[in-house]
């Protein structure tokens, strides 16, 4: 390798770094906040773990937290099942519907957050329903449907369509066809789309925002009314074990993704 | 599969999809036609011009044009990180590269306004960057609560929507076209501009698309790094919302973004079906 | 010829204003090779997915073994299919697989385990239990997708294009395994495909359709020595199928000049069409044969030349392992036996017929 291509990768790997240096500098600085022992940020009061067990002894935080976990657990999984019968639905429709369906579909997801959550809040007001737990999941519900829609579609178009075919040939019924054959093969995508939909439901402010009533708080709407206040030193303890988890959950997804796609290559190599 | 089957079968592929038909409409498609109706009346339920002609009001129009741009600059920015960048990630071994892209991901799943709030104590008065500057014995700078600390908080909230696109666009691209190209007399730079930053438009697009929405329409960004004095058009529907509880004029507002919005939407899809 | 098995009554199928069968019947003999033959879009895969009850006839019905079961849902037919592309199950192992017919009809453990383990011997797969198919080559996939059908002991094979996607010398490789399987399971393959190679080597009767119709039906050597028309000549084999005039009984004219024929009964001086084979049509020296002509062409071809000859305006193609150089001024001559005379189409629809791809 010539002296110039050595300083042309020198520069390359220099500029990637800059750019993970931008995109970690505040989340590592967030995470030294939890263990800093001073309540003001930007002073250094010595180390402690004193944040993370006050955390779980804030009733308020930990209400919020449950409200922001169940939500999310519940919208992803709702949304699961009904986006799973939609795509076997929107799969057998003509061009023309699907289309149609498929439109509709992007428009939680290119929409602009806000428009989206003003406009269910004038939903759920005009139809004089109290805004609380029950408007934000149905609105989590509604930006959620479509991740998973859109992570089992490309899956069920390469979906061998003889597969379900072959089951019947061999003997199989229709509904054992589905759940023997069609749903294994979907399943990554499935498992993707839930835990994408979760983690969306998790981190979402804007939308909750608007479609939340009084008493009713999440982590992100929490921490947003505490910004001006200052924010509670539990919030960043809190966080960075979401911020942990998270990055659990994201790497098994990355693996199950690489697996199959490591199944599906060495399956076309043959 | 005989056709009794087959129908029957379809039937029941339609009755799947009814949940999800009967949730997109109340839950998407209602809500939206609701904006605009809102948007178009008045309190009494006549039609009217008047809250959209609001935007035109001295304060709002400052917001909008403020808005378009900061977010015009934040999605400037953010392609001129984001091209180089995925050129080089696109270089690197596939291991590496799919890791290095998960690892761009990552930083979103940290609370988003956390996050930002952080840039407050990075860019403000007695912030990292001015302690430092002051230990250095140089003049502390004034980041916190101006435009630039509105772009650089758009620019790292929305930098992953961009790249992911572009790698995606590039990574697609078969070596063997840029290697025809070589073939064919085409120096770096020429393959370069009539080869792979061609093929590349539609990741492009759809990145100025995923970056331009959201950093028009935040509201988050610049009330934290803002301070409450510089009003984007975000804030400005948000508090005819939940602090005017004005809905019609709130309702008006958004109706101006949807236009940027369909805008946008039409153009991804025109480029979109050229990709096709 | 032995017990007939499946037979195909009346059936025309239509997929919108498409016509893909016409009023075909069709009769499928016990212990048969039969192969459907056709370029695509000629109707064969869909008779084939009509037989295995994935598509239901607009009219007419399907017999098997002289029930009706035109109505019966693919899960209850007595038959199975080895699909195009395999459609192996790609969540499950190999022996999960091949077992999966034997295990929705809830058959004891140790049952189904002989049976896979016999259907892996009979296809070369021992020891593949549980490998993922998708990491097993296209040849080792179509095996399994063949053991997945067998073990579930059908009467009849259905096979879609099984080889397709198999390089030249593993299909040839397979064809003769294929031959070798079915004798020795003693059932009935009905075989689809396009390449007359696979047809001619393989079958005991091959269909030859297009657009819907039946076009010939017969032994390999039936099709291949005696085509009945213009479209069964021209896709199977290379064949010089030119127009002609029938001038009597045993003498034929073409563009001008006079050829004796076996066949009788054309009438007198009508239009018809004749097909002589390539390596039928023997090079002379120029004026000792029935017309003279100009090579124009000549290819090497490994076990003969290929050559052009232009014959008063029209192209004669013609194998011998005697090469003559472009340009050569040459006499052709036909053994009277070796002209094949074929009836012209007269309606408009039997036109269609022949007009193919």
């Known amino acids: 390798m010539t002296n110039e291509k050595v300083r042309a990768r020198g520069w390359k790997r220099f500029y990637i770094a800059l750019i993970f240096i931008f995109m970690y500098a505040p989340i590592f600085l967030l995470i030294i906040q939890s263990f800093n ?11 402690t773990l004193g944040w993370y067990v006050s955390l779980f002894h804030d009733a308020d935080v930990m209400k919020a937290f449950g409200n922001t976990i169940l939500l999310a657990v519940i919208s992803s999984l709702v949304a699961v099942v009904i986006g799973t019968m939609a795509v076997i639905a929107m799969s057998r429709m003509k061009m023309k519907s699907r289309q149609l369906w498929l439109a509709v579909t992007n428009v939680p997801m290119l929409n602009a957050d806000i428009v989206t959550g003003v406009s269910l809040m004038l939903l759920f007001i005009t139809l004089r329903i109290e805004l609380g737990f029950g408007t934000v999941l149905l609105a989590h519900i509604t930006f959620n449907i479509p991740y998973v829609i859109l992570n089992i579609l490309p899956r069920y178009r390469e979906l061998n369509p003889h597969i379900y075919e072959a089951a019947l040939d061999l003997g199989a019924t229709p509904a054992q066809a589905f759940f023997k054959t069609v749903l294994p093969e979907i399943a990554p995508g499935i498992t993707s789309g839930g835990l994408m939909a979760f983690t969306m439901s998790l981190d979402d402010f804007i939308i909750t925002h608007f479609t939340t009533g009084a008493g009713m708080a999440t982590l992100p709407t929490k921490i947003y009314a505490e910004v001006k206040l200052g924010i509670k030193p539990e919030m960043y303890a809190l966080s960075a074990i979401i911020f942990v988890t998270v990055l659990f959950l994201l790497m098994m997804v990355n693996r199950v993704q690489e697996g199959s796609e490591n199944k599906r290559k060495a399956g076309e190599e043959a | 599969m005989n056709k009794k089957t087959k129908t029957r079968t379809n039937t029941i592929a339609g009755f799947l999809g009814l949940p999800y038909e009967v949730y997109a409409v109340i839950f998407i498609v209602i809500p939206l036609i609701m904006v605009v109706w809102y948007g178009f009346t008045d309190a009494s339920g006549h039609f009217t011009l008047s809250n959209v002609a609001s935007i035109a009001q001295p304060s709002n129009i400052k917001a909008l044009w403020l808005s378009v741009l900061l977010s015009v600059g934040a999605t400037a920015v953010c392609l001129l990180l984001s091209y ?31 996050r930002t709030y952080a840039w407050q104590s990075i860019l403000e008065k007695t912030g990292i960057i001015n302690t430092a500057l002051t230990a250095l014995r140089l003049p502390t700078l004034r980041m916190i609560n101006t435009p630039g600390a509105i772009i650089l908080g758009m620019v790292y909230n929305f930098l992953p929507f961009m790249i992911l696109p572009i790698y995606n666009s590039l990574e697609k691209i078969d070596k063997n076209v840029i290697n025809a190209a070589r073939d064919l007399g085409a120096d770096a730079r020429q393959t370069f501009i009539r080869v792979i930053f ?70 991804s899809t025109i480029t979109d079906k050229e990709d096709a | ?34 192969t459907l033959l056709g370029p695509s879009g000629c109707g064969k895969t869909t008779l084939l997915r009509i037989i295995g009850g994935f598509e239901m006839p607009d009219t007419g019905r399907v017999l098997f073994a002289g029930q009706d079961i035109t109505n019966l849902p693919p899960n209850r037919r007595q038959l199975n299919t080895v699909f195009q592309n395999y459609a192996l199950f790609t969540h499950m192992d190999v022996a999960q697989n091949i077992a999966f017919g034997l295990s929705i009809k809830k058959k004891s453990k140790s049952y189904i385990d002989d049976k896979v383990n016999y259907a892996l011997k009979l296809v070369g797969l021992e020891g593949f239990e549980h490998r993922q198919v998708t990491r097993l080559s296209g040849g080792q996939q179509q095996r399994v997708a063949i053991a997945r059908a067998i073990v579930n002991e059908p009467k009849v094979l259905l096979l879609d294009e099984p080889l397709a996607a198999l390089d030249l010398k593993l299909r040839q490789d397979m064809q003769y395994e294929l031959i070798q399987l079915k004798n020795e399971l003693g059932i009935t393959f009905l075989y689809v495909t396009h390449d007359q190679q696979e047809a001619l080597t393989m079958s005991d009767t091959i269909v030859v359709m297009n657009q819907g119709y039946i076009q010939q039906m017969g032994s390999p050597e039936a099709i291949y020595n005696e085509p009945e028309n213009a479209f069964v000549a021209d896709f199977i084999g290379d064949s010089n199928l030119f127009p002609a005039k029938f001038i009597r009984d045993e003498l034929i004219s073409i563009d001008g000049a006079q050829f004796k024929c076996v066949d009788r009964g054309f009438g007198e001086n009508a239009p018809v069409d004749i097909v002589i084979r390539p390596e039928d049509v023997e090079i002379v020296e120029a004026g000792h044969g029935t017309v003279d002509g100009n090579v124009t062409d000549l290819i090497f071809k490994g076990v003969h030349y290929e050559m052009c000859i232009d014959v008063a305006g029209r192209e004669w193609v013609c194998h011998s392992t005697r090469p003559h150089i472009v340009g050569e001024h040459v006499g052709i001559e036909v053994d009277p036996f070796n002209i094949q005379v074929m009836k012209k189409p007269e309606s408009e629809d039997e036109e269609a017929i022949t007009a193919n791809e």
């Open chain 3, 1 to 34: 010829m032995n017990k007939e098995l499946i037979r195909l009554e009346h059936i025309s199928k239509s997929f919108g204003t498409k016509t893909v069968l016409d009023d075909l019947s069709l009769t499928i003999h016990e212990n048969e090779f039969m």
């Open chain 1, 37 to 47: 022992k001073s309540k003001s940020r930007g002073h250094w009061g010595g180390f």
């Open chain 2, 84 to 114: 180089p960048l995925c050129m080089f990630l696109v270089e690197t071994e596939k291991h590496a590269n799919s890791f290095l892209t998960m690892m761009l991901i990552v930083p979103m799943w940290m609370n988003f306004m956390l």
């Open chain 2, 198 to 267: 061609p093929l590349s438009m539609p990741g492009v697009v759809s990145g100025i698309t995923m970056v331009f929405i959201p950093a028009l329409t935040t509201f988050v960004v610049s009330s934290l790094l803002g301070g409450g004095k510089i009003l984007l058009i975000g804030n400005v529907i948000e508090q005819e919302f939940t602090l005017a509880y004005d809905w019609h004029v709130g309702s008006g507002l958004s109706c101006v973004l949807l236009i940027f919005i369909v805008i946008s939407i039409v153009i």
